[in-house]
């Protein structure tokens, strides 16, 4: 005998006075799909031709302000602002109230403005779903996206209902009532240790170092760092949820240093620290920047080595005054961290293609890095050296031996097996 999932109550965000048709199918979509839609209407000006079960009376409540004040402002991206904070601060209190399982949101560009805060302020785990015209553009700046984030592109559909745009809702809603129903939430049983990687190819070491840390009873999340797993890591952290971290590939850092496309907002190697967060930090890959490997190299880049791996991703070396430059932001960064802070130097390289007879191998690049980083250094985080490359078990040794001290000091809590 199966047991049927509960019917889940998905909260509805959008401007009713001008998407009243979408908003409406989309309740319908939620009814038939199982789930109970309630209205949120974000309106400014008009009222929708339906009642809202949170009106926009009740967002710019929330938003300590009223409806007039937000329409008087005479700026709509103010006024669109005002209601994204009440939007927000209401959605978090109806599911701390256990009166929303899911949130759906519709809309251009403000829509989604007001969107990327409601998500922001949700647990991990609560699904989120944006239908949006500007979904995957890079308008959208990386710091800003939630962990758990799902969007679709609304494709055909900004004024008025039409087939394509049916698909596209239907396919939305049907995802954010699935997703309440059978997603399952992050648990707290063992203490979180965040870590940072690239591929295996790449960076190695949390195959020695996942399996050691689950045996001491901690639950290990390993962040693909490049560009929105940083964003993950990042935003995770600000919360507070890791117990420590393994930030051993900063490569977003030197991505973000030179603009590429590949980064994770100014903040990275920030909000760990900002917490008070126990850190253990290495600086894999940061001798390289990621780009796309379908676009011409910038014309800063052009003569420098240049690795594909694939036909999205290649990696670029970075001059030695370049590493200097990385060197210092990091070591800035370091400097305002709130708790106890390990950095390992790996002396002999650091990512798998730096490697003599590797394509990226630049000793002068890495002895640049290396003098720089040891002044960059603020006294306030402990430097060690590692006579190894990052991707040797000399080095996972030493990070280990690390994490087990600030254990045994009770800097980091003891896991639960």
Same mark, same amino acid.
Do not use: W
């Given at each position: 005998m199966s047991l049927e999932a509960p019917s889940p109550r998905i909260l509805v965000i959008g401007t009713g006075d001008t998407k009243c048709d979408e908003l409406q199918f989309m309740a319908?979509?939620?009814?038939?799909?199982?789930?109970?839609?309630?209205?949120?209407?974000v309106s400014i000006l008009g009222d929708p031709p339906y009642s809202p079960e949170y009106s926009k009376h009740d967002i710019a409540k929330a938003a300590a302000t009223t409806i007039e004040a937000i329409t008087e402002s005479g700026d709509e991206n103010s006024a669109m602002a005002a209601m994204a904070k009440g939007a927000a601060a209401l959605s978090l209190r109806l599911y701390e109230d256990g009166l929303v399982d899911g949130v759906i949101v519709l809309g251009g560009s403000m829509g989604t403005d007001l969107a990327l805060d409601v998500a922001a302020v949700l647990p991990l785990g609560v699904p989120k779903f944006v239908v949006s015209t500007i979904a995957y553009s890079h308008l959208i700046p990386p710091?800003?996206?939630a962990p758990d984030l799902m969007m679709i592109l609304w494709a055909g559909g900004l004024y008025g209902l039409n087939s394509i745009c049916r698909s596209v809702l239907s396919?939305?809603?049907?995802?954010?009532v699935g997703a309440a129903k059978h997603g399952t939430k992050p648990n707290r049983e063992r203490p979180l240790v965040g870590m940072t990687s690239l591929g295996s190819s790449c960076l190695k070491y949390m195959k020695y170092l996942r399996p050691e840390l689950e045996?001491?009873?901690?639950?290990?999340?390993?962040?693909?760092?490049?560009?929105?797993?940083?964003?993950?890591?990042?935003?995770?952290?600000?919360?507070?949820?890791?117990?420590?971290?393994?930030?051993?590939?900063? =490569? #977003? !850092?030197?991505? $973000?240093?030179?603009?590429s496309v590949v980064t994770s907002g100014p903040d990275r190697l920030e909000n760990a620290g900002r917490t008070g967060t126990p850190q253990i930090v290495a600086p894999g890959a940061v001798d390289m920047v990621d780009l796309q490997a379908w676009q011409a190299l910038p014309e800063v880049f052009v003569d420098r080595p240049y690795h594909a791996h694939n036909r999205l991703i290649g990696s670029v070396t970075i001059s030695p005054e370049g590493r200097r430059e990385v060197a210092r932001v990091i070591g800035e960064k370091l400097r305002r961290a709130e708790a106890k802070v390990a950095f390992l130097l790996p002396t002999e390289g650091l990512q798998e293609w730096d490697k003599p007879d590797e394509p990226l191998h630049d000793p002068e690049g890495l002895d640049a890095f290396f003098d720089e980083m040891r002044r960059a250094?603020?006294?306030?985080?402990?430097? =060690? #050296? !590692?006579?190894? $490359?990052?991707?040797?078990?000399?080095?996972s040794a030493a990070a280990l031996a690390i994490f087990d001290r600030w254990v045994a000091e009770g800097v980091i809590p003891e896991g639960r097996p």
């Open positions: 319908s979509v939620i009814r038939q799909a199982g789930g109970q839609p309630a209205m949120m209407d710091e800003r996206i396919q939305a809603c049907g995802a954010v045996t001491r009873g901690y639950d290990v999340a390993v962040f693909h760092s490049t560009g929105m797993g940083g964003r993950a890591y990042e935003a995770i952290a600000a919360k507070g949820d890791f117990a420590a971290v393994f930030d051993f590939c900063i =490569q #977003e !850092v030197s991505n $973000h240093h030179y603009s250094v603020p006294p306030s985080v402990t430097l =060690q #050296e !590692v006579d190894a $490359h990052i991707n040797a078990p000399a080095f």
